[in-house]
């Protein structure tokens, strides 16, 4: 099947630095990934979808400036957070769309990030 | 707007019990898709099942069944002769386009705990 592979699986940063995570699609072309933030003991939330050569799309409530996104290739999309704070800190899941699939997506292992 | 409710917050059970989690979703849509996955411990999302809206059998897989209703919108799934291996938390989903961007909105997960 499909696999996606997300770097780094753990990072933990001071407040203030950026942090950027990478999805890959590894044996399939991406044209939309998407990126979904989880809570502890919540659900996923879809933050944005990333397009490949154009903008993403944000979710309401989040904001662009802080969460750039960037899918340069139709195989990588990387999620940057800028000037992290500990309320950022969450488990940070990509997934990615295979047009040949039925659209179906497949997700990513997941990033933990820890902002002290 | 779509929905998905899992009401069910947590479920213990003894093992070799049968256990159903329930799913209810709301879409304006006519053509849609659902979902379930497994997320253990480890973080990352496994997928069990999609099931488009034009298909309503439901479906065996081993120990694992699906109840598809239309007419309750609800989407049960079923783990027959439970193992502490499917202890996890399931996650119920739904997809407004196949085509389109396929936004997935997540239940808010039932925690299910297997005892030996």
């Known amino acids: 099947g499909a696999v996606v592979s997300q770097h780094p699986s753990w990072v933990i940063c001071k407040s203030g630095t950026s942090v950027k995570i990478e999805c890959r699609s590894l044996?399939?072309?991406?044209?939309?990934m998407f990126w979904y933030r989880q809570f502890p003991k919540q659900s996923l939330m879809l933050m944005a979808t990333?397009?490949?050569?154009?903008?993403?799309?944000?979710e309401q409530g989040v904001e662009k400036d802080k969460f750039l996104i960037n899918h340069a290739s139709l195989t990588l999309s990387t999620l940057t957070v800028t000037s992290a704070h500990p309320e950022d800190s969450s488990f940070y899941i990509c997934?990615?769309?295979?047009?040949?699939?039925?659209?179906?997506?497949?997700f990513g292992p997941g990033t933990r990030l820890t902002v002290l | 707007a779509q929905k998905v409710t899992q009401a069910q917050t947590e479920i213990s059970v003894v093992e070799k019990e049968d256990v159903t989690l329930d799913c209810v979703y709301e879409?304006?849509?006519?053509?849609?898709?659902l979902f379930w996955y497994k997320q253990p411990p480890s973080g990352e999302l496994v997928f069990l099942i999609r099931r488009n809206s034009f298909d309503e059998q439901n479906e065996i897989s081993g120990r694992y069944s699906w109840n598809f209703q239309k007419s309750t919108s609800s989407f049960n799934f079923t783990i027959t002769a439970s193992q502490v291996v499917d202890s996890a938390v399931y996650f119920c989903?739904?997809?407004?386009?196949?085509?389109?961007?396929?936004?997935?909105?997540f239940g808010q997960g039932t925690r299910l705990t297997i005892n030996p």
């Open positions: 044996d399939f072309q991406a044209t939309t």
């Open positions: 989903a739904l997809s407004e386009a196949i085509q389109g961007a396929q936004k997935l909105v």
């Open positions: 879409t304006r849509d006519t053509t849609y898709y």
């Open positions: 997934s990615a769309r295979d047009p040949l699939s039925f659209g179906e997506q497949f």
């Open positions: 990333s397009n490949e050569g154009s903008k993403a799309t944000y």
